[in-house]
């Protein structure tokens, strides 16, 4: 509900600089759909010199709450009222919300990675996780958080630039799981004993340069999670799949990652299915 009028339709939108490539209005206009509910979410292009004002005068548009993307997830933060636990520890906001007059900032990311995982390797997390995680970046810093919180027993991070991944590791050390560092020429002792690996460059993505990597060292019953979706089935996955080993992408995460949010706006707890997969995926 907008406190400013509460009989206004309730509408939400994603920022970002660019914008024109996001795929959130088709998930939510679909569950908005599906629930038959009254609301709206749209595109909104935000420069970073607009941001501030934009935050301030969300309520007044009526907007109930956004996501937030490149290039304003950290920059957002201060501009909030609070940040839950999650967005905290994680150090970006993609999902805002209302409680009362205030702005809340959330991370749903690290959500929705989980619960892609569960969905699509059932049993990832029911033995001793051992995780390489390439990357360093935002994504990283929500898988290491889950992982974290999943009581991985070691994350080796694997970053191009070494300085990131310092700080990530530091920014989670002491929390009961082993993280280390490695460069990508080494990683091949971390992947021999790897249950999981995760790609969380932007690597492999359409227009961007190869995620070249050697699998063999994996052993047979690893998990590779390929953060990327477009496209969907990256060179990696399609190195995995030949191997046999299971394979999750990264649509599933995009579609979790928007069940909190929803939640928040439109009072309705909506189920990530094959039928909203196939609505996402026609668009690609
Ligand atoms: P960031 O820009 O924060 O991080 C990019 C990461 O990729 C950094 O670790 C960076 O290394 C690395 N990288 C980029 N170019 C190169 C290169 N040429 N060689 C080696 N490493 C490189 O982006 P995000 O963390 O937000 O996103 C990362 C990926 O995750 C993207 O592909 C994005 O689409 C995907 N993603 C998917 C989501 C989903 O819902 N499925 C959600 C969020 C992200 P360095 O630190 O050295 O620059």
Not at 81 to 95: P, Q
Not at 162 to 178: E, K, N, P, W
Not at 240 to 258: E, K, N, S, T, Y
């Amino acid at each position: 509900m907008n406190p400013a009028n509460p009989n206004a339709i309730p509408r939400a939108c994603v920022i970002g600089w660019p914008i024109r490539h996001s795929r959130s209005p088709l998930i939510h206009r679909f569950w908005l759909k599906k629930h038959g509910l009254p609301g709206d979410y749209v595109l909104r292009e935000v420069e970073p010199e607009g941001l501030a004002g934009f935050i301030s005068t969300m309520a007044q548009e009526g907007f109930v709450g956004c996501n937030v993307t490149v290039p304003h997830k950290e920059a957002v933060m201060p501009l909030l009222d609070r940040l839950d636990a999650t967005a905290a520890s994680i150090g970006a906001v993609n999902t805002i919300w209302r409680e009362g007059t205030d702005w809340i900032g959330g991370n749903t990311d690290m959500i929705g990675l989980l619960a892609n995982l569960d969905a699509e390797a059932p049993g990832w997390d029911a033995c001793e996780i051992r995780a390489v995680v390439l990357g360093a970046g935002g994504a990283a810093r929500a898988a290491v958080a889950g992982l974290v919180l999943r009581k991985a027993a070691t994350v080796t991070i694997v970053n191009r630039s070494l300085d990131r991944a310092q700080r990530l590791a530091a920014a989670f050390a002491g929390r009961g799981t082993d993280i280390r560092i490695s460069s990508a020429g080494q990683a091949a002792a971390a992947l021999g004993e790897a249950t999981l690996l995760l790609n969380a460059t932007s690597l492999g993505m359409q227009s961007k340069e190869p995620l070249e990597l050697d699998l063999a060292p994996l052993p047979a019953g690893a998990v590779v999670y390929d953060l990327v979706y477009v496209p969907l089935e990256t060179d990696l996955l399609s190195q995995a799949r030949a191997r046999g080993l299971v394979c999750v992408d990264g649509l599933g995460m995009l579609l979790h990652q928007a069940v909190p949010g929803f939640a928040h706006w439109f009072g309705v707890t909506p189920q990530v299915d094959a039928a909203l997969r196939a609505h996402v995926l026609a668009s690609f």
